[in-house]
């Protein structure tokens, strides 16, 4: 994985200081953007939970446990912004379970304009230019450790 710079991790860690005390909410607004971007995706979570709609997605206890997990993702790469590699292995096999549930790779980047989209909304005029590229940097590295981690299990399933 390639370094941040420091003044990423600065940005980072400064927007995510009360972002991260309060998941949940955050995390509904980032599905809520990523469920406008692309409806389909609701059915990938019918697995756990009824998502006819949206709103009943977003409501749904076992949803609700995606989005923390999420979120939780989303922490644990800003807690090891210095040594974001040492979450490579996790995050290999984060990207094999999205190819195993039917995950496209192309949902990643909807993810990642979701979460951009979330910072927006949540900090308002905080949310800075270099605040932005700060996150898409970072989001960007994480998104490249599981797309290898997708490629590596579909190539599994080819075999």
């Known amino acids: 994985m390639e370094e941040l710079t420091g003044n990423d991790k600065e940005l980072i860690r400064g927007s995510w200081e009360s972002l991260g005390k309060n998941k949940v909410p955050h995390g509904v607004v980032l599905f809520s953007r990523l469920f406008e971007l692309d409806p389909t995706l609701l059915t990938l979570f019918n697995y756990n939970t009824n998502c006819g709609s949206a709103k009943e997605c977003l409501s749904s206890p076992g949803f609700l446990e995606h989005v923390t997990k999420v979120m939780l993702v989303i922490d644990a790469a800003v807690s090891h912004l210095d040594d974001l590699h040492t979450l490579e292995d996790f995050l290999l096999n984060l990207g094999r379970k999205h190819q195993a549930v039917g995950v496209h790779t192309q ?15 949540s900090l308002g005029q905080a949310y800075t230019a270099p605040l932005r590229q700060a996150w898409l940097n970072m989001y960007s590295m994480v998104v490249a450790a599981m797309s290898r981690g997708w490629a590596k299990n579909g190539e599994r399933k080819t075999d």
């Open 107 to 121: 949902s990643f980047a909807l993810v990642g304009e979701s979460l951009l989209y979330m910072l927006q909304c």
